[in-house]
Nanobody, 123 residues
Framework: VQLQASGGGLVQPGGSLRLSCAAS????????MGWFRQDPGEEREFVAA????????YYADSKKGRFTIASDDTKTTVYLQMNSLKPEDTAVYYC?????????????????WGQGTLVTVSS
């Protein structure tokens, strides 16, 4: 499975941004897809994940209410809508895919990664 992330950029505090992650290749497996983010010098941090059906959604506690994850009807593109962005949300955001949601508890378990997209929240 290949993952292509896009949508990062510069946004002012309080603004919004939507990230996209398009999956290609072997997409017949019911992967859980989601997002991590990483600050320089830090480990990757779980942000959100969504089941293949799109019904089950999981969020890091600190992201609930501001971030929303969704998928399209084809189940091959996942979106991360980020609202009320703060400077501390600045990071490289990575799209990820795994067989189980449990894999998202530790980024070392993730099987597939996208290339990362930089989000900068600054005035």
């Amino acid at each position: 499975v290949q993952l292509q992330a896009s949508g990062g950029g510069l946004v002012q505090p309080g603004g919004s941004l939507r990230l996209s992650c398009a999956a290609s290749g072997r997409t017949d497996t019911n992967y859980v897809m989601g997002w991590f983010r990483q600050d320089p010098g830090e480990e990757r941090e779980f942000v959100a994940a969504i089941s293949w059906s799109g019904i089950l959604k999981y969020y890091a506690d600190s992201k609930k209410g501001r971030f929303t994850i969704a998928s399209d009807d084809t189940k091959t593109t996942v979106y991360l809508q980020m609202n009320s962005l703060k400077p501390e949300d600045t990071a490289v955001y990575y799209c990820a895919a795994a067989v189980s949601y449990r894999d998202f508890s530790d980024y070392h378990n993730i099987k597939y990664w996208g290339q990362g997209t930089l989000v900068t929240v600054s005035s």
